[in-house]
């Protein structure tokens, strides 16, 4: 051992600084990204045509999203605390469209709806006016 693992006050021995809850982290070089590597990411405009307790999970929501695409998207959301289902009907929200698929808890996943958290909660973000669903967000 060197002395400073050894010494709880050295610097190197200190707990990292951690920003206030809320706060967001300052970026640093290695998650820099490129616009080649943002323009990959396509949001769209959904609309929630259904919105369901997630069957075993008390935090998420299982959503039925109109993406203006043939058949409508299944996501799953981590909201359920910040949104009652039945409030989210109707509501237009920005959505990942190319996420791989992912199951939550059994549940398939076919995207991921944009939100911000600071300390009143989480907000789901959405278009200022309605716009049609499946509009790319640019």
Do not use: C, W
């Amino acid at each position: 051992m060197n002395d400073e693992t050894q010494n709880p006050t050295s610097p190197a021995a200190a707990a990292p600084a951690v920003a206030p809850a809320g706060t967001p982290a300052p970026a640093t070089a290695s998650s820099e990204i490129t616009i080649d590597d943002f323009l990959r990411v396509d949001l769209r405009v959904g609309t929630i045509r259904k919105a369901e307790p997630h069957p075993n999970a008390d935090r998420l929501v299982v959503l039925s999203v109109d993406l203006g695409e043939e058949q409508e998207r299944q996501l799953v959301a981590g909201i359920r605390a910040h949104y009652e289902p039945e409030t989210l009907v109707g509501k237009q929200i920005v959505v990942v469209a190319n996420l791989k698929p992912a199951k939550l808890r059994g549940v398939e996943s076919r995207g991921m709806i944009l939100a911000a958290s600071d300390d009143s909660g989480v907000h789901v973000l959405a278009p200022d006016v309605p716009t049609a669903p499946g509009a790319k967000v640019k």
